[in-house]
């Protein structure tokens, strides 16, 4: 084939390789119901894979699984709440009884600041640091109840490692493995200190990812962390929305790319991060410049 066949035959030949990208491969993703999880389960079945979805919304749930066999995949979809050990464990079982292994993990199932009350905190949040006022104790800290720092860290932290605990004797044992922690720009910078109960959970995220990824590396077992930072979904433009035109001008002011990033631009990193490459313990964040 002569050099000018190749360039107009490499776009098709590139995008068909990319679709046998994870063939062969299992790949969970936790949470994948709605928003960013379901994008990246449909990333991985137009890949190849055979996909794995877990989430607590079953109406959600079924919803991915149809979008993800649509796409062309094998898809086992379990209902499961990951703060539960025991249902971690047999969602787990249900996997080796239908696929026989495990090779890539994505955490991606958080509990987020979305309430009314989460709301109200993170006007004031912005407003402070985008306006003009006197420096103050904003009062976040001091009224966060015990019952909402335990279920952030019960889904966010316990979930993540009742996950990763299941996965890695599979992958111990077949000598390969991927896992992608979804982690928050919250986890490494102040721009959530409206949450702090949220900030903790995925600053130790990041923290686990670091010990995690040290430990296994050597068993060819690559462990990274995807921190995103704001995601363009229907909760955040309806979030925009009640701010008003001023709000968001004042909003858009902490990123200087002006947008969110969309759920196709994080998915597209969490595939990078499952395949193969030289990362180990990394934290991987597409955010627009508003934490550099």
Known sequence: MQLDEQLEHAPFEMAQASTRNFAGRVVL????????????????ARAGA??????IDIPALEETRKAVE???????????????????????????????TLHILVNNAALAPT??????RRNKHYAYITTAQPRQSLGFTSEITDEEWHRYWDVNVHGMFYCTREALKLM????????????????????SAHSPHYSASKGAVIAFTKSVAAEVAGGNILVNALAP???STPFFEEYLDSIGEEGRRRFWQVIPAGRFGTTDEYASVATFLAGDHYFV?????PNGGAVL
């Open 29 to 44: 993703i936790t949470g994948a119901g709605r928003g960013l999880g379901g994008t990246i389960a449909r990333h991985f």
């Open 50 to 55: 055979d996909v794995v979805i877990c989430d």
């Open 70 to 100: 649509a796409a062309g995949a094998n898809c086992l979809a379990l209902h499961c709440d990951i703060s539960s050990s025991s249902q971690v464990v047999a969602m787990f079982a249900d996997i080796v009884q239908r696929f026989g």
């Open 115 to 120: 309430g009314a009350a989460d709301a109200v």
């Open 172 to 191: 111990q044992e077949q000598r390969y493995g991927r896992i992608v922690n979804l982690a928050s720009i919250a986890g490494m910078s102040a721009i």
């Open 229 to 231: 930072g704001g995601v």
């Open 281 to 285: 313990g990394q934290v991987i964040s």
